[in-house]
């Protein structure tokens, strides 16, 4: 049996009508008399996510020129600011919008391959910033003296619990016995949120360290911090929501 087979009979759009629905390509945008307002808010959020992906591409392209600029080898700085990155701002922030039902590239895909899409960003992801942190906290003495050295601990400490929790979410159906799978689905939603946002706030951190300003100006490093605090504002959103939503629907029943 595959896992999440709970709510896999709610909206999976493998399942009868719904999988007509979900697979028809224009059928998301279509308007009609009666759902102008739902049209519209579906292009708002379209093009929240489109806004959301060109940050995200001017943030981690600016941060991969910035790391690449003296060429191989690389010091641990550049080889963790380049794991932590892409660990994070790239496939995790995409292991996150996979999920939501208005995002560009994971939008028509069925329920299923949407979850295995969000899992395994979410696992490679995770390797990478998991990786990217440990390699700069090795080549530091003293540690946790910066609010982003802090941020990011926050963020390393979320992922590790995210990922372990993820595996009882993905398998709460299974696992129903020993763990509500209410509760494994909601504090997965909520520590990978956490985790998310501390990253984003440890790397705004990051880019208002000397280093990185000198070599971009205050003016272009102030942008990129913007950049960040907006694409994860839209990113976090959604699991918000969800969290919220689903916490009211267990705390009612
Ligand atoms: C999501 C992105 C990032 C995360 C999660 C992250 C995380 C971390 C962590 C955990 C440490 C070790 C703290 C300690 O042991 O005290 C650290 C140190 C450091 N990071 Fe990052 N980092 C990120 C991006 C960046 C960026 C973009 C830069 C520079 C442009 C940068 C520059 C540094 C420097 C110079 C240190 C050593 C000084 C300090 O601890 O503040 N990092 N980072």
Known sequence: MRPNN?????????????????????????????GSGNYKLKLFQLTMNLVAHILIGAVVGISMIFSFQYGLPMNATLQHIVLCVIGYQLLTSQAILSLSPNNGWSGHLKLIHKRRAHWILQTVGSGLAIAGNFIKIIDKSVHWNTLHGIFG?????????????????????????????????????????????????????????????????????????????????????????????????AIRR
């Open 153 to 249: 601990l926050v963020a390393l400490i979320f992922t590790i619990v995210s990922l372990v929790n993820g595996v009882t979410s993905l398998w709460a159906f299974e696992l129903r016995k020993y763990l509500p799978s209410n509760l494994s689905k909601i504090s997965h939603i909520l520590f990978g949120t956490i985790a998310f946002a501390s990253s984003s706030l440890s790397l705004c951190y990051g880019f208002d360290k000397g280093m990185f300003r000198n070599w971009l100006s205050d003016a272009l490093a102030h942008t990129l911090i913007a950049f960040t605090a907006i694409f994860t504002f839209i990113i976090i959103i959604d699991p918000c929501i969800s969290f919220f939503s689903k916490s009211l629907r």
């Open 6 to 34: 709970l709510e896999a009979n709610q909206s999976d759009p493998e399942n009868g009508v719904n999988a007509m629905k979900n697979t028809a390509p224009s059928a998301p945008l279509a308007p009609t008399p009666s």
